[in-house]
């Protein structure tokens, strides 16, 4: 089966985790400390925070912003559901806001302003597919209205824009992002007051851990702040140490894949569209592709899948979902939803060559007449 996405791995990252093993220590120590050191310089900052996923990360961040009980922060549906989740964790209330159009599948300014109450404290976005938003743009709508800016880089790591666009970003180490730790995340913030409050709060409000407490070779400490289980271990730390070295190379693979994609699908699917159209600063994560609306989405699946090739959906939109219908009633995003009914994700990742991304272009044409067929017979 041609996965849709598949982490690189292999002796150098057994290496490290032999290393790991063969020290003894496994808890939070040297390795994570390097590992956030690195990933910092990588991404042009002073420092950051490695904590066990980017679901923590994004907690972390509204938690250290003082965000709770009647606040309101804006969110897309189009994301995974932790991004809307973290909101709930801190008491808040999370508003849906619509993407701009399906050309540009992100959050739309003119609905975030739409909006926007006195109660609303943050905008959450999210770099859908590995694509930036407009920095300039959300940095004017959010200092006329005194918002925090939180970005959700979980599909955005080594590009040197994300962290910059207001309070922090969280980013993801998830088996299917562009690197991976197995679970794992970050979180960049400039504010080195809102960094360490940060830091505290990832080990139970502790004011040392372990390791800092065998070196000082003292067993005090203190608890000064509620806080939480969110640490990283020296095992992720060290497979990501291995990763980040290919992450930009990675990348750079994903964007020449990417390119391929969208000449091939152009030339032999010309039914189907893409997002992102214009150029625009990726990580190139994902790669989504819209089927026409008359095609049977689950019949191309299925054609694909007897084919061996895997794909999946980004995302169904998270106001759908059970919990969300029933906590937040009525919410009816007209574009999220077009575009979430369409979308398909196509296998992407650097183990795929220029004949596989060929083949699966192909088995994409082939699906697309299949169902067409069928639902003209129907």
Wanted: a negative charge; aromatic letters at 6%; charged letters at 20%.
């Amino acid at each position: 089966m041609l996965l849709v996405s598949a982490p690189v791995l292999g002796v150098p990252e057994k290496v490290a985790l032999s290393k790991v093993i063969d020290s003894g220590w496994l808890t939070m120590g040297e390795r994570v400390r390097s590992f956030e050191e690195a990933f910092a310089v990588m991404h042009g900052a002073e420092d950051c925070v490695a904590v066990n996923s980017c679901t923590a990360a994004l907690h972390l961040i509204l938690y250290g912003l003082g965000i709770g009980p009647g606040d309101e922060v804006l969110v897309p549906s189009l994301t995974f559901v932790a991004t809307v989740n973290a909101v709930l964790y801190v008491g808040a209330k999370p508003v849906f806001v619509d993407i701009e159009s399906a050309d540009v599948p992100l959050m739309s300014i003119a609905e975030a302003e739409a909006r926007c109450t006195s109660r609303t404290r943050a905008v959450i976005l999210v770099h859908f597919a590995g694509y930036l938003a407009d920095k300039a743009e959300w940095q004017a709508f959010a200092s006329v209205r005194g918002l925090y800016i939180v970005e959700d880089a979980a599909h955005a790591p080594g590009l040197k824009d994300v962290g910059t666009f207001g309070a922090g970003a969280a980013f993801s180490f998830y088996g299917n992002k562009n690197m991976t730790t197995a679970e794992g995340g970050v979180v960049i913030t400039r504010d080195p007051d809102l960094r360490e409050k940060i830091r505290l709060a990832r080990g139970h409000g502790m004011t040392s851990g372990t390791r800092q407490r065998l070196n000082s070779r003292t067993p005090q400490y203190d608890v000064t702040m509620l806080g939480f289980n969110y640490r990283m271990d020296e095992m992720r730390a060290a497979i990501g140490l291995v990763q980040l070295r290919n992450l930009q190379e990675w990348n750079e693979v994903r964007r020449i894949l990417v390119a391929l994609y969208r000449r091939l699908i152009t030339a032999r699917c010309p039914s189907i569209t893409m997002p992102f159209g214009e150029p625009r600063t990726s990580a190139y994560h994902i790669m989504p592709v819209l089927l026409p609306r008359h095609v049977d989405r689950q019949c191309v699946i299925d054609e694909l899948r007897a084919q061996g090739i895997q794909t999946t959906i980004h995302y169904p939109p998270v106001h759908q979902m059970t919990l969300y219908r029933e906590r937040c009633p009525g919410v009816h995003l007209p574009r999220t939803e077009d575009f979430a009914e369409r979308e398909l994700t196509i296998p992407l990742h650097p183990q795929i060559t220029s004949p596989v991304a060929e083949a699966v272009v192909d088995a994409l044409a082939a699906a697309l007449e299949d169902a067409a067929r069928a639902g003209a017979a129907a």
